[in-house]
T-cell receptor, first 114, second 115 residues
Framework: KAGVTQTPRYLIKTRGQQVTLSCSPI?????VSWYQQTPGQGLQFLFE???????NKGNFPGRFSGRQFSNSRSEMNVSTLELGDSALYLC?????????????FGPGTRLLVL | AQSVAQPEDQVNVAEGNPLTVKCTYS??????LFWYVQYPNRGLQFLLK??????LVKGSYGFEAEFNKSQTSFHLKKPSALVSDSALYFC?????????????FGRGTQLTVWP
């Protein structure tokens, strides 16, 4: 079974631009979560989607948004990019939203904002 | 509030020696605990989890972890370390419905195994 895929793997943008990242979960997984990883803040939760509905949102500004499609694929968008948005963005999928289920992570998208 | 602490930023061990990466947690209710490993420029790989039952959990690549409720700990262990085990290890607690996300991570411990 194919793992979680994320595109693109690397991205360079300039301040003020916007960016869209994509995540394809493992087949049969309906829950997708997004995390931001930075050296200073570690791994921080962005949001979680299940069946096209946002179930949970972390403490990030409204510039960060996401959505999930009927095939469970998910996108996250960051508008008006800031230098501090440079990070590794990780997507994780699981079958459902139970706290006992394992989340499987993709390789991440590394975003550099100049 | 829930939290996860990995008290050591760095752990160094010689190849062939046993290794331990420490994790303590604070969560109300039953804890669901996870260990992940991250290699450079890669995503997180699942190693093992504790949900309920036997306190000793066995996982991938020869790793195991011991859940200790009285000490609120979930230390990761391996009897004989390999150079290829060198990576960043994350402990995480899961809490359904939390605004902190279904996985709340510790800061990570960098494991270096010397040949």
């Amino acid at each position: 079974k194919a793992g979680v895929t994320q595109t693109p793997r690397y991205l360079i943008k300039t301040r003020g631009q916007q960016v869209t990242l994509s995540c394809s979960p493992i087949s049969g997984h309906r829950s997708v979560s997004w995390y931001q990883q930075t050296p200073g803040q570690g791994l921080q939760f962005l949001f979680e989607y299940f069946s096209e509905t946002q179930r949970n949102k972390g403490n990030f500004p409204g510039r960060f948004s996401g959505r999930q499609f009927s095939n469970s694929r998910s996108e996250m968008n960051v508008s008006t990019l800031e230098l501090g948005d440079s990070a590794l963005y990780l997507c994780a999928s699981s079958v459902g939203t139970s706290g006992t289920e394992t989340q499987y992570f993709g390789p991440g998208t590394r975003l550099l904002v100049l | 509030a829930q939290s996860v602490a990995q008290p050591e930023d760095q752990v160094n061990v010689a190849e062939g020696n046993p290794l331990t990466v420490k994790c303590t947690y604070s969560v109300s209710g039953n804890p669901y605990l996870f260990w992940y490993v991250q290699y450079p420029n890669r995503g997180l790989q699942f190693l093992l989890k504790y949900i309920t039952g036997d306190n000793l959990v066995k996982g991938s690549y020869g790793f195991e972890a011991e859940f200790n409720k009285s000490q609120t700990s979930f230390h990761l262990k391996k009897p004989s370390a390999l150079v290829s085990d060198s990576a960043l290890y994350f402990c995480a607690v899961s809490r359904k419905g939390s605004t902190l996300g279904r996985l709340y991570f510790g800061r990570g411990t960098q494991l270096t195994v010397w040949p």
